[in-house]
């Protein structure tokens, strides 16, 4: 009998399938989500990119009874750099050292940190309730299609970036 993580890395040698960074672990043989120093990287980059977002927040607050435009720019800027990110980290080989690193502290740590799909859904509800559905459905399509296409549009930067580079 198999055990999941035997099962998990047969699957990751389907060709078909992308490779989960966080299943094939060479150092303690612990998952990385169980290890203190890359636990530590993305509460740090947690802390920083939350910190920017409610600075942005603060600094561009959203009127009662409207669309929060600040989170959704948020979220669309967000979806872009986490495109260029993983795709720089990608074309730069597996998953290990300074690259999970970095994985872990901007893409995990930051940019989910900035990113907030909580808020971005609680301002679509309050919507619904001041009786604006059209308003909430138009804003929930415009969040997850625009961020959607910049994620898109930032792997496709960073493609070009690499290809120049060398």
Do not use: K
């Amino acid at each position: 009998m198999t055990n999941l993580t035997d099962a998990a890395r047969a699957a990751l040698r389907n060709p078909w399938l992308p490779e989960d960074p966080d299943v094939d672990v060479d150092d303690d043989g612990r998952p990385v989500h169980l290890r203190a120093t890359y636990a530590a990287y993305v509460g740090l980059g947690g802390f920083v990119g939350t910190g920017v977002r409610e600075a942005l927040s603060l600094w561009f607050p959203t009127p009662a009874d409207r669309v929060n435009w600040t989170i959704l720019m948020v979220n669309v800027s967000g979806a872009f750099l986490l495109g260029v990110l993983v795709q720089l980290l990608a074309g730069r080989g597996p998953d290990h050292g300074r690259r999970r690193t970095v994985r872990l502290l901007l893409g995990t740590g930051v940019l989910g940190g900035f990113t907030t799909y909580s808020t971005f859904a609680n301002g679509a509800a309050q919507l619904i309730r001041d009786h604006e559905p059209g308003m909430a459905i138009g804003y929930c399509g415009l969040t997850v299609g625009v961020g959607l296409f910049a994620s898109f549009a930032g792997m496709s930067v960073a493609q070009r970036l690499h290809r120049a580079a060398g």
